[in-house]
């Protein structure tokens, strides 16, 4: 029987409608720039569902992405200790950043399946068996064998237990030796996933460097699960933003298959959560794979580099038709972007911010006869934006 009211409504811990009120110091639009030619102040409304999913597409060496998303995570847990995670291959954790352990996953594979009477129940026991299944596969790659060989066929209880128990079960059961071990200590890990609480950028989980692509992969996975089981297991509703720096080798040319579908749909899971709680997600990519397949409203651009999207070829520009972006990017100001609503398809050609960031803090103060959704809206401000064709 499922209680902690069906596991926050399975998972969907801290809905956009109904529920405690939660702190309202951070529900406010972010000033994330400047429209081009004094054109004035661009702010987006991070944490309206409609809003909640931004994808910043650039070259790590050419675009400020990094110092923009470094800065979002900044301004956020400065005014909120419990708002800001962040998975990150780019960024180096503090010295003095502390242990932060993660114990929901076991938590979270004590409960049954969902009962029928909720109709997202299929979602829960879909990305709970995604988890644990896709888990034993990396591990399989790291380990250099077939899936098959690595752990002997398993069964659990649906009706009162997720599948890492089973798994767990049969590790027990099996001959002692090196490799139950191996996997019983690197099921263990998910006991207790350890995230970094800094003082400045909240919690970080940081992808080893020096690992190679599978253990890379484990590490992203790990992450993901973890945070997904956390959200269940709070307490109070909480407003949260998760920055995901992807790694571009997870995604692109020679990735593996295996790789690439499982981070993706570890990707899909967190855009999910973005429309069934109150998290918002920041995808940092230098590929436009798979912000385009996973409906990011929000897509800023740019100079690309080895890319799925060439943004400087001659047959964007002549699409786009926005010579004063590429103007500026020959000029050297890498900070101009290109922002795109994928929904409207408006475009701006905006100065972005690489310090400074800044809250409004006069949102709402005004009374305005507009619903908060629509007053918020980027396309609001000034009237600039020009619609466009798609980009190919």
């Known amino acids: ?97 502390q242990d932060m352990d993660i114990t929901a996953i076991e938590w979270v594979e004590k409960f049954p399946d969902p009962p029928e009477i909720f109709s997202d129940r299929q979602d829960f026991i879909n990305n709970r068996n995604f988890f644990s299944s896709s888990y034993l596969q990396l591990l399989a790659k790291v380990k250099g064998v077939n899936r098959k060989d690595l752990l002997p066929p398993a069964s659990f209880r649906a009706h009162v237990e997720g599948p890492l128990m089973g798994y767990q079960r049969v590790v027990e059961s099996m001959e ?51 945070y997904w089981a956390y959200l269940g297991s709070l307490d109070n509703p909480q407003q949260l933003l998760m920055i995901v720096e992807l790694p571009k080798e997870f995604v692109y040319k020679e ?19 973005t429309v069934v709680t109150t998290t918002t ?18 897509r800023l651009f740019f100079q690309t580099q080895d890319s799925d999207i ?5 047959e964007i520009k002549e699409a786009l038709q926005m010579p004063e972006l590429y103007g500026a990017w020959e ?10 609503d994928s929904h409207s398809m408006v475009r701006y050609v905006s100065e972005f911010r690489r ?27 000034n009237g600039q934006g020009e619609k466009q064709e798609e980009l190919a």
């Open 355 to 381: 310090s400074g960031t800044s809250f409004m803090d006069d949102f709402g103060e005004e009374p305005t006869d507009m619903p908060v959704e629509e007053a918020a809206q980027i396309e609001t401000a």
């Open 255 to 273: 990735a593996p298959e295996d790789v690439q579908r499982i981070v993706v749909e570890a990707l899909r899971i967190l855009n999910y959560l």
């Open 281 to 298: 997600l920041v995808l940092s990519s230098e590929t436009l794979y798979p912000a385009a397949e996973q409906n990011f409203r929000y």
């Open 176 to 226: 002692d030796g090196e490799n139950k071990e191996w996997i019983k200590a690197r099921l263990n890990e998910l006991s207790h996933v350890v995230w970094k609480a800094t003082e400045e950028h909240g919690a970080m989980f940081t992808l080893p460097k020096e690992k190679t692509l599978y253990e890379r992969a484990l590490a992203f996975l790990q992450a993901v699960w973890s």
């Open 310 to 314: 060439a943004i400087e070829s001659n």
């Open 1 to 97: 029987m499922l209680d902690r009211i069906q596991v926050c409504l399975l998972l969907g811990a801290f809905l956009r409608l109904g529920g405690k009120r939660m702190e309202k110091t951070i529900q406010k639009p972010i000033i994330i720039g400047n429209f081009l030619n004094d054109g004035g102040e661009m702010a987006w409304a991070w944490w309206l569902e409609e809003h909640s999913r931004l994808a910043i597409i650039g070259d790590n060496s050419l675009s400020p992405k990094h110092d923009m998303v470094k800065e979002l995570a900044r301004l956020v847990h400065e005014h909120d200790k419990k708002a800001v995670f962040w998975i990150t291959g780019e960024e180096e954790v503090p010295a003095t950043a």
């Open 331 to 340: 000029l050297g100001f890498s900070h101009v972007g290109m922002w795109e």
